[in-house]
């Protein structure tokens, strides 16, 4: 297993462009979620989804789009890239409502910088 | 909506002493409290975690403390070391129909000094 993979690691993008960032995994989880960290702010929820076709917004969704066509990919769009999105972006992973499945999973990140 | 307090935001200790790190949530439905620690430049990686049925649950140095009515849990590492040297996050979730949807405290800086 692969786990959870991220693309790409490092982005520096310019105000307006936009992009996206891809998360997989191959765990055959139902829940994903997109977090960002700042410094000083801990890790903020953006956007989640608890399977194919179903999404909603976390703590912080502004300028972020999301949709989960597949129950292994989850990506996130950035409409028109904000300097205040420089930011590390964790994508993460986890079984469905199983007491056994609560754990969530990481992916190595991506750095994000908008100039 | 859940929101998820931590203190404190640096501790420094020597090594070998005890480091406790408290977290209070706001969300009387939350019922699973993980503990993440992450290395500069790393994902976060989960430690220990305890769900609302269990007061207390011990992983050899570290342990984790739930107090429901209180709205806080805890997290202690006893004789620490250097390598214990990171970030770490308190999270909580509530029902299982919000799948991934963690609120994290705001992190504490943990420095054991040898």
């Known amino acids: 297993n692969a786990g959870v993979t991220q693309t790409p690691k490092f982005q520096v993008l310019k105000t307006g462009q936009s992009m996206t960032l891809q998360c997989a995994q191959d765990m055959n989880h139902e829940y994903m979620s997109w977090y960002r960290q700042d410094p000083g702010m801990g890790l903020r929820l953006i956007h989640y989804?608890?399977?194919?076709?179903?999404?909603d917004q976390g703590e912080v969704p502004n300028g972020y789009n999301v949709s989960r066509s597949t129950t292994e990919d989850f990506p996130l769009r950035l409409l028109s890239a904000a300097p205040s999105q420089t930011s590390v972006y964790f994508c993460?992973?986890?079984?469905?409502?199983?007491?056994?499945?609560?754990?969530?999973?990481f992916g190595e990140g991506s750095w994000l910088t908008v100039v | 909506g859940e929101n998820v307090e931590q203190h404190p935001s640096t501790l420094s200790v020597q090594e070998g002493d005890s480091a406790v790190i408290k977290c209070t949530y706001s969300d009387s439905a939350s019922n699973y409290f993980p503990w993440y620690k992450q290395e500069l430049g790393k994902r976060p990686q989960l430690i220990i975690d305890?769900?609302?049925?269990?007061g207390e649950k011990k992983d050899q140095r570290i342990a984790v403390t739930l107090n429901k009515t209180a709205k806080h849990f805890s997290l202690h590492i006893t004789e620490t070391q250097p390598e214990d040297s990171a970030v770490y996050f308190c999270?909580?979730?509530?029902?299982?129909?919000?799948?991934?949807?963690?609120?994290f405290g705001q992190g504490t800086e943990l420095s054991v000094k040898p």
């Open positions: 989804s608890v399977g194919a076709g179903i999404t």
């Open positions: 993460a992973s986890s079984y469905g409502g199983r007491p056994s499945g609560n754990t969530i999973y």
């Open positions: 999270a909580a979730r509530g029902i299982y129909n919000q799948g991934g949807k963690l609120i």
């Open positions: 305890i769900r609302s049925n269990v």
